[in-house]
C-alpha cells in the first residue's frame, strides 16, 4: 500500500469512526436518531475537519501501527480531545449553548473506537501473523530496562529468528510477574531446569552492567546447557539507542577471564606520541599491530611500520591508511631483519623516531626449543641492534616487549627473553635514551596463543588438546597489552620492568571446557585430550621473581620490578660463539645465564 493510498484509507475509517459517533451519541444522549439539525451538522463538520486537521499536524496518519504503544494511545487522546474542544468552542459562539453531555459521550466514543481500529492491527499481527512458530524461544537473563529493551524489539520485529519465552532475573520482587507478556521463570541458578522445561534453544544475555566476575556466573550456569548463548552490547551503546536485534554477539573468550580488563589512563601517553615520529618493530604481528592502532588514536607525526613478513606489514599499512585516511599521519612500511644491523641503523637514522616501541620477536616456546639459535639471533641479537641504534641516535623513550616466561626461564624462548631485558637495563644506564620492559602473560587471540587453537579445533569437532590439567596462565587482552605498552612509555623513567596486576591466573582446562560449552556443544561431543607438557613449559607462570619485587603499584595494576644483576659480558661471549655450538648446549647456556643470581658474597649461583 502506498504512502497516498494510506492515507486516504485512514481519512476514511476516521470519518465513517466520528459520524457514527455523533449518530450514537445523539442515540444516547436524546433517544432520537434526528441527526440532521442544525446544532448537530454543525458540530459534525467541526469535529470532522478539526480532527483531520490535528492528525496531519501530529503526524497520527504517519504511525506504523503494528507497533502501537503508549506513545500512539496518547497522540490519539491529544486529537480527540482538542477536536472535541474546538466543537464546544463553536457551538458557545454560534449557538450559545455547549452540549455538554452530547460532546462527553462523543468524546468518549471517539476515543474509544479510533484507538480500537488502531491497536486491532497489532493485535491481529502478534496473535495470527506473527506466531513465532519457525523462531527459536529465547531466554532473556536479566528482566531490567535493557531485559525489556530487547525482549521488545524481539517481539517487535518479525524478521528476527529469536522469540522470547521468558525472563530469568535473580530479584525475587520480579518472580512469577509478567513483563510485556513474558513471565519472569526464576533466579540464575534456575537457567538450566528452565532451558529444558522450555525447550530453550537460545539464550541471551541482557545484563550489561555487570562486573566480570558476576557476568561469569551467569556464563557457567549457561554452560551447563548445549543451547547458544549470547549477549548484547556495552551499556553506552544501549544508551544511545544502537542496540539492535543483529547487535547480538557470541560470548567471547574475554568474557571467560572473570575480571575487569584493565582501563588505562591512555590520556598521559599522548606527550610521547602526538606530533611525534614513533618506530614500531614487528608491527605486522598480533601485539604490534594491536599498538599501531592504539597509537594512531594520539595523532604522531610519522608511525613506521617495520616487520620482517611483507604481508603482514602491507595488511596492517592498508587498514590504518584505509581507517585514518582522513588524517595528516603518515604511514612509512619498512622491510627489515632485526639482525641486519646496518639496515636497522640507516633506518634509525633515516626518520629519526622520537619513541620505539619494540614488539618483534620469537615467541613460540616448542619451536624456539628446536631453534634455539633463531632465538638467540632474533631476540637477543635483534633487540640489541635495535637498542644500539636508538641510542646511537638520540631515540627519547624505547620500549620493548617481554614476557612472563622471562621469569626463572625454563624455555629457550624465556631465556632469550630475559637476556633482552638485562640487555635493555644495561642499555639504560649507557645510554640518553629511556630504555623500559614490558612484561605480561598470555595474550588471547595472538598468534600462537591457545584460543584460537582451540576455537579451529572446536570447529572441526575436536578433540581440544590441553598440555595438562593442572596447567594455569595469566590471560590478558591484545587491546588490554596494547594500552600497558604506551603506558609504559609514558611512566618510564629508565630501567623499569614493568608488570600488569592480572589478577588470578586461569586453568588451561577450564578455559577449554568454557569454550567448548558455549560455543553451542557438549564436552562429550566435542572432547578435551591431554598432550602432555611441551618442552620448555611450565605448569605455573610467575611475573616477578622474588628479588625484582615491589609492593608499591606505580600506576592502578601497574607493578615495577627492581634491578637484577646484569650478565652482559656472558651475554656477548653467547652472541659471539653460538655459531660454533650444538642446539642442546646453545640451550644449556642460555637457561644457566638467564637463571644465575648474585648471592650476599657476590658470588654467582644457579637458581633452583
Not at 590441553?466 to 630501567?495: C, N, W
Amino acid at each position: 500500500m502506498t504512502y497516498r493510498q494510506r492515507i486516504s484509507l485512514f481519512i476514511f475509517i476516521d470519518s465513517c469512526i466520528l459520524l457514527t459517533a455523533i449518530f450514537f451519541s445523539r442515540l444516547l444522549v436524546n433517544a432520537t436518531t434526528d441527526v440532521f439539525a442544525i446544532p448537530i451538522v454543525i458540530c459534525s463538520l467541526v469535529i470532522l475537519i478539526s480532527h483531520h486537521a490535528l492528525s496531519f499536524k501530529l503526524n497520527l496518519y504517519k504511525k506504523a501501527w503494528e507497533y502501537a504503544s503508549i506513545g500512539e494511545l496518547i497522540s490519539i487522546l491529544k486529537v480527540v480531545t482538542f477536536s472535541i474542544f474546538i466543537a464546544a468552542v463553536i457551538q458557545q459562539i454560534f449557538i450559545k449553548e455547549i452540549q455538554f453531555r452530547l460532546l462527553t459521550v462523543t468524546w468518549l466514543l471517539n476515543f474509544s473506537l479510533i484507538g480500537g481500529s488502531r491497536f486491532c492491527w497489532r493485535m491481529f499481527r502478534d496473535s495470527i501473523l506473527d506466531r513465532g512458530e519457525n523462531k527459536n524461544r529465547t531466554l532473556i537473563v536479566g528482566a531490567g530496562s535493557a531485559g525489556m529493551m530487547v525482549a521488545r524489539q524481539l517481539i517487535k520485529n518479525n524478521d528476527a529468528d529469536l522469540l522470547p519465552v521468558g525472563f530469568i532475573d535473580d530479584d525475587e520482587k520480579k518472580h512469577h510477574l509478567d513483563i510485556l507478556g513474558i513471565p519472569v521463570l526464576g533466579g540464575i541458578t534456575q537457567i538450566e531446569s528452565i532451558v529444558k522445561k522450555l525447550n530453550i534453544d537460545n539464550i541471551v544475555i541482557a545484563i550489561p552492567s555487570l562486573r566480570k566476575k558476576e557476568l561469569n556466573i551467569i556464563f557457567q550456569e549457561c554452560s551447563k546447557t548445549s543451547v547458544k548463548t549470547q549477549i548484547i552490547p556495552r551499556l553506552e551503546d544501549l544508551m544511545t539507542g544502537k542496540i539492535s536485534v543483529k547487535q547480538f554477539r557470541e560470548v567471547q573468550v574475554e568474557d571467560l577471564l572473570g575480571r575487569e580488563p584493565v582501563e588505562l589512563d591512555i590520556k598521559t601517553i599522548s606527550e610521547n606520541i602526538t606530533n611525534k615520529v614513533v618506530l614500531v618493530t614487528g608491527a605486522g604481528g598480533s601485539i604490534g599491530s594491536e599498538i599501531c592502532r592504539q597509537i594512531v588514536n594520539f595523532n604522531p607525526k610519522k608511525l613506521i611500520l617495520l616487520g620482517h613478513g611483507e604481508n603482514s606489514i602491507y595488511t596492517i599499512e592498508m587498514e590504518l591508511k584505509e581507517v585514518y585516511k582522513n588524517t595528516t599521519i603518515e604511514f612509512v612500511p619498512i622491510i627489515a631483519d632485526l639482525q641486519d644491523s646496518k639496515k636497522i641503523m640507516m633506518v634509525m637514522s633515516t626518520y629519526q623516531p622520537d619513541t620505539v616501541y619494540h614488539a618483534a620477536a620469537h615467541k613460540h616456546v616448542p619451536l624456539m626449543e628446536i631453534n634455539p639459535e633463531e632465538a638467540v639471533k632474533n631476540n637477543i641479537i635483534g633487540t640489541m641492534n635495535v637498542a644500539q641504534a636508538a641510542s646511537w641516535n638520540s631515540v627519547k623513550t624505547f620500549v620493548m616487549i617481554s614476557t612472563d616466561k622471562a621469569v626463572n626461564p625454563t624455555s629457550v624462548m624465556g631465556a632469550t627473553k630475559r637476556l633482552a631485558e638485562m640487555i635493555i637495563q644495561y642499555m639504560d644506564k649507557e645510554s640518553e635514551t629511556k630504555f623500559v620492559a614490558v612484561r605480561f602473560g598470555n595474550v588471547l587471540g595472538s598468534r600462537g596463543s591457545v584460543i584460537p587453537l582451540f576455537k579451529r579445533q572446536i570447529e572441526k569437532g575436536g578433540p581440544v588438546t590441553v598440555t595438562h590439567p593442572d596447567m594455569v596462565r595469566y590471560f590478558m587482552t591484545i587491546p588490554e597489552a596494547s594500552r600497558l605498552v604506551l603506558q609504559a612509555g609514558s611512566l618510564a623513567k629508565g630501567g623499569e620492568i614493568f608488570v600488569l596486576d592480572m589478577g588470578e591466573p586461569v586453568k588451561i582446562v577450564d578455559l577449554a571446557k568454557n569454550l567448548i560449552k558455549l560455543s553451542g556443544n557438549t564436552i562429550e561431543e566435542i572432547g578435551i585430550e591431554y598432550t602432555g607438557i611441551r618442552a620448555g613449559e611450565k605448569l605455573f607462570e610467575e611475573l616477578l621473581k622474588e628479588e625484582e619485587i615491589h609492593e608499591r603499584q606505580v600506576y592502578p595494576k601497574i607493578y615495577v620490578g627492581k634491578s637484577s644483576k646484569l650478565f652482559i659480558k656472558e651475554i656477548e661471549e653467547i652472541t659471539s660463539n653460538y655459531t660454533s655450538w650444538e642446539k642442546e648446549e646453545i640451550r644449556e647456556r642460555l637457561l644457566t645465564l638467564a637463571n644465575y643470581k648474585v648471592d650476599r658474597n657476590q658470588k654467582l649461583t644457579v637458581s633452583v
